[in-house]
């Protein structure tokens, strides 16, 4: 029967331990607090009627339901004393760990796509955005149902998501959880990681060079469509690239448990924090990704009242749309490196 009632944490074997279980809670109480404030946010200013806001949106989203699912984690720190009534609400919860790691993976996944499309290839993939997010919602979906079918959802350590150990003792390997948590987690999220970086940082060089290369025939102002790209475009290169970093916390205490040495408390309590650490950090690149673009834009009409003016090739933005004029008396073939892209992201 799969809801069966395992006698954890009462026996002196437990792997479980209450304060990870309340720093995992506590931390991540806090980044549900920063994502919330980030998601009122863009309420607030009408930020989700840009593309480029709904992009990092999409990421806030996900840390707040993840975050959201780590608090309540916190309520099995009773587990020994009622694991009959505990364990459903266990498998629930660790189902919706594993639904919601996966979201933001694929909404990251779609990110760094737009994001690639846009400054490296010219194309805005912003019809497709349905697709992103059904996807995002789907594919998690599938993932996470399969340990329903093999019944390794309960409590894995201090929190509950696939068991690795059985009755939660250290020294019991459960292979078939073993295998799971790097069949369906730790296995493609950190590969899928690692290419999104790569392609983060292959885009950063390529809209570099190409700022380069325009240098050699105008001054590049900070009106130039190439600028502005790099400007709008680095801070969500952020996400994956910090996504990938705070993953290595409990991706590295996974591995270690998986020797016979018995668990280590420092490792539990950074694999902890460190997925709290990564949902605040979305929440607050969010919340500084629209601080500093509502301050330059500021600075750029107090520029303009003043009368500094942009005399070299511009763009400026009317209803979502890129619009390059020519102010200058360049002679034409200048216009050599302008980017042809009229949409904005």
Known sequence: HYFRVSNTMNNSCSGYSSSVAIILGVSNGFSVFVCLFAAVLVGILKLYQQTVYRLALYQVLAALVLGTVLVVEVIFVNYSNAPEAYHYACVAVAFFLLYSMWMKVVCTVWLTVHVFCYAVMYKNLKKLEGIYVATSLLIPALISLV??????????GSWCWIENWKD?????????????????????????????????ITMVIILVIRLHRRRKYEPITRDDPHWKALKQLLPLSAYPILFCIFNLMPFINRVYGA??????????VTSALGTAIWNTITGSVFITHVAVAKLSARKVKCDNQNGHHSVQYGAVEKEGTVVVKNESTTPAKSHTYVSSRTESI
Do not use: K, R
Request: glycine share 8%; aromatic share 12%.
């Open 147 to 156: 340990p329903f079918t093999t019944h390794t959802y309960g409590l894995a």
């Open 168 to 200: 939660n003792c250290p020294t019991e390997t459960l292979t078939l959880g073993m295998i799971e948590q790097f069949a369906l987690w730790f296995g493609p999220s950190m590969l899928i990681l690692l290419v999104e970086v790569f392609v983060m």
């Open 259 to 268: 020797t016979p040495h018995p668990p280590n408390h420092g490792l539990l």
